[in-house]
Every structure is written in C-alpha cells, then in structure tokens.
T-cell receptor, first 115, second 113 residues
C-alpha cells in the first residue's frame, strides 16, 4: 500500500487568489492523480500527473485553471488558480497500486472554502 | 460511457440491522468494481473490490458480489454498528484506464445505537 500526505488539510481563501496543494507519497510511483469532490457530490478526476511530462487533463478541466507539477516520483502539486466560490471543494491526491487490477489510494484531501 | 448509479440516501438504520446499498453500473468490457468508504473527517478508503464476474469482495463484515448479468455490485452487511456510519461510494475502473475511477454519487449511512 501507499501512504499519501497532503497539505494543507483545509484552507479558507479569498476570491481571485490561487492556492497550491502539495501531495507527498511514501513510495515512488509513475502516475499520480488529482480528484475533486464538490460539496455533497461524488469524486471527479481532474488530471493525471506523470513525472517528466505535462499532466493529462480530463474533459472540463484545463491547465490554466489547475496547473500541476510533478518534479519527482514521490511528489506533486495542484494549484487552483483565480478561485471563485464554485471552486470550494475537497481536492484529493491519489496513486494506483497493484497493476492492472489495482486499487487507488487516496490522501486525506484538502478542503478549500472560497469566500 | 461509463457510469455508476447508487441507491439514494441517506440510509438510517439501528445497530445490528441488515444493510444493503445498491449499486449498478454501465461499462464496456469487464471493469473492476470497488466500494470506498469515507468516515467523518477522514479520507477515502478502499473497503473492498472485485475484479471479475462472480468474484466476491469482503472486508470488515461487508460483502459485495460482482454480478455481470445484472451489472450490479450491491454492498451488504449482516449487522451494522454505529462505527459504520460513513459515506459509501461505489466505483468502477476500466482495465485500461489507469487511475481513473468512475464513482457513484455516494450513500450516507447513519447507524443509531
């Protein structure tokens, strides 16, 4: 299994500002994934972060709004840019473990509230 | 496309009651199926999984069987405890979609003493 740490665990932000969320994994992994959980809703994949290449974004998510860095095999950041109240969500980092039938391990999430 | 539909909640039960949370899915091929649980104030944890038809996943007294004929993966527990109060998510993953889980909307379970 993998242990995933995220920072910050929660934050309150002002409209128009940007916030960077950090994700640290205790093992080297090829791909890291960022999910969003909007209030009362399910989880949606934002993007896949590979070390040494640009992140791959899902439909409805763009790099300008959610820039991602992946400087090494154990670390990634997600920035939520120019925030609005609609960005208030829990953002979760995850990694896959166990090959083709593997499971995803999730960090505890970063709860952002935008005023 | 892929989709997961869970029974609507919230679900409220008394301790020791029988629990069923229905989950059906739509997907091409043979996806892997998962149940995740999110306890209050905590992150998402894998509860159980099944990777092929007729597989039964089990953990902590919870069970779910992969039924391809009915495209279902219902979660059951024979006797719930107050500590089972949480949000439960059904999810699927296509074998070629690394890291991409399609989640159901989640079901809130509250167990009273």
């Amino acid at each position: 299994s993998a242990v995933i740490s995220q920072k910050p665990s929660r934050d309150i932000c002002q409209r128009g500002t940007s916030l960077t969320i950090q994700c640290q994994v205790d093992s080297q992994v090829t791909m890291m994934f960022w999910y969003r959980q909007q209030p009362g809703q399910s989880l949606t994949l934002i993007a896949t972060a590979n070390q040494g290449s640009e992140a791959t974004y899902e439909s409805g998510f763009v790099i300008d709004k959610f820039p991602i860095s992946r400087p090494n095999l154990t670390f990634s950041t997600l920035t939520v840019s120019n925030m609005s109240p609609e960005d208030s969500s829990i953002y979760l980092c995850s990694v896959e473990w166990g090959g083709a039938s593997g499971e995803l391990f999730f960090g505890e999430g970063s709860r952002l509230t935008v005023l | 496309g892929n989709s997961v539909t869970q029974m609507e909640g919230p679900v409220t039960l008394s301790e020791e009651a029988f629990l069923t949370i229905n989950c059906t899915y739509t997907a091409t091929g043979y996806p892997s199926l998962f149940w995740y649980v999110q306890y209050p104030g905590e992150g998402l944890q894998l509860l159980l999984k099944a990777t092929k038809a007729d597989d039964k996943g089990s953990n902590k007294g919870f069970e779910a069987t992969y039924r391809k004929e009915t495209t279902s993966f219902h979660l059951e527990k024979g006797s719930v405890q107050v500590s089972d109060s949480a949000v439960y998510f059904c999810a699927l993953r296509r074998r070629t979609s690394y890291g991409k889980l399609t989640f159901g909307q989640g079901t809130i379970l509250t167990v009273h003493p």
